[in-house]
């Protein structure tokens, strides 16, 4: 009964291919958001959607792209998958979209070869 | 746009110990501080926070101050213990899309 849980755990992929990582929350928030931490551990937004809109867009290459399908699950695309997007991503949740208390994952190790 | 400095970016203290981690922010409009812990392998969880009418908040072990003026805000652990070993962060917010700017981090060791 994890509140956010995210597959796979761990992918590691050749460059070029193209992946998705699954988002989920059973915490019936109506927010959720993805992350990126580096390995320097630097945590950055990325997207964040309300009610299956998207509200928060960071200057994430187009590459990426988020798709909600419904307010309890928030996926992760990336297409054309390159080193540099070798990292953890974590997705989160909270009840609203105005300074309330974010629940993240466990997160998912992506690596690219 | 934000941007949150934290410091030190390591800190070693002996068990029993008290930690003082420090973080700055730059948008006079952030008004949220969360404080997330982040153990080994795990996602980040939010262990305190504080909003820009409060100077100061305690819960049990773990207390937030503020100083708006300043732009300064900082985390305090008393009676430190093994478990409280993690990765700390500080963020900011402002009032809408709860878009959280998190500062680097901080490596927290306590030693027993």
Do not use: K
């Given at each position: 009964d994890t509140a956010v849980s995210q597959t796979p755990k761990y992918l590691v992929t050749q460059m070029g291919n193209d992946k998705s990582i699954k988002c989920e929350q059973n915490l019936g928030h109506d927010t959720m958001y993805w992350y990126k931490q580096d390995s320097k551990k630097f945590l950055k937004i990325m997207f964040s959607y309300n009610n299956k809109e998207l509200i928060i867009n960071e200057?994430?290459?187009?590459r990426f792209s988020p798709k909600s399908p419904d307010k309890a699950h928030l996926n992760l695309h990336i297409n054309s998958l390159e080193l540099g997007d070798s990292a953890v991503y974590f997705c989160a949740s909270s009840q609203g979209h105005t300074q309330e208390t974010q629940y993240f994952g466990p997160g998912t190790r992506l690596l690219v070869l | 746009g934000e941007n949150v400095e934290q410091h030190p970016s390591t800190l070693s203290v002996q068990e029993g110990d008290s930690a003082v981690i420090k973080c700055t922010y730059s948008d006079s409009a952030s008004n949220y501080f969360p404080w997330y812990k982040q153990e080994l392998g795990k996602g980040p969880q939010l262990i305190i926070d504080i909003r820009s009418n409060v100077g100061e908040k305690k819960d049990q072990r773990i207390a937030v101050t503020l100083n708006k003026t300043a732009k300064h805000f900082s985390l305090h652990i008393t009676e430190?213990?093994?478990?409280?070993?993690a990765v700390y962060f500080c963020a900011a917010s402002k009032e809408y899309g709860n878009k959280l700017v998190f500062g680097a981090g901080t490596i927290l060791r306590v030693k027993s």
């Open positions: 200057t994430v290459p187009n | 430190t213990q093994p478990e409280d070993s």
